[in-house]
């Protein structure tokens, strides 16, 4: 049986504190809920984590200065922030302390797991290396070497494109979201990262026209999807 992975919630509202844990312990985590940054600090120093969420608005220790003294502890441990502000000031603080990603309050509980999975996802393709190797229709895509690859030819991708092929693979025949592809690869989701994520989407359609069962569709209003038959990873 896999070991679940577990994950550490530090949310001082408690009804959605208990309704996150709640939700992620169906979905099949360990998630382990605390009500305060200090409280999260000393489960985290006690315990190992594949994961951690914190609120930014926390009694005792705000999730920044907790993210700190985690970060300080484990500079690899995946961090995703919840909060309520919306100040690009704020966001840009959060990733410059090292977060993962950064959910802002209202969200729907499919829309953190998404997150989550995406983010345990990269994480464990750069602990694997064969997961960084994707078969896509007649394509093999190695993320590694940025090559993408059929029997008759290879082509060398860009870090941008690779990047962002990488990321559709990881979610093939599911919706990437928009925004989170822009602040996993670009950092901020503005308009001028927007449009320059559309170039690279037209390019990335051109290196996979040589398979017609391949397609990048766009979903409107939420993002791409790769359309593959029978993704490998």
Known sequence: ME????LLLCEDDENLGMLLREYLQAKGYAAE?????????????????????????????????????????????????????????????????GADDYITKPFSMEELTFRIEAILRRVRGKKNKESSVYKIGRFTFD???QILSTPEKQTKLTTKESE???????????????????????????????????????????????????????????GYKLITPDPEA
């Open 164 to 222: 962002l092929l990488g990321l559709l693979c990881a979610h093939a025949n599911e919706i990437l979201q928009r925004d989170f592809a822009l602040k996993t690869i670009w950092i901020d989701d503005n308009y001028f990262n927007a449009r320059s994520m559309d170039v690279y989407i037209t390019k990335l359609r051109k290196h996979l026209k040589e398979d017609p069962s391949i397609e990048i569709i766009n979903i409107h209003g939420k």
């Open 143 to 145: 993320t590694q070497k």
């Open 33 to 97: 809920l605390y009500p305060d940054g200090e409280a999260g600090y000393k489960a985290f120093m006690k315990n190992k984590y594949d994961l951690c969420v914190f609120d930014v608005m926390m009694p005792k220790k705000d999730g920044f200065t907790l993210a700190q003294e985690v970060r300080a502890a484990n500079a690899e441990v995946p961090i995703i922030f919840l909060t309520a502000k919306t100040l690009k000031e704020d966001i840009l603080e959060g990733f410059k302390i």
């Open 3 to 6: 070991e679940k992975l577990h």
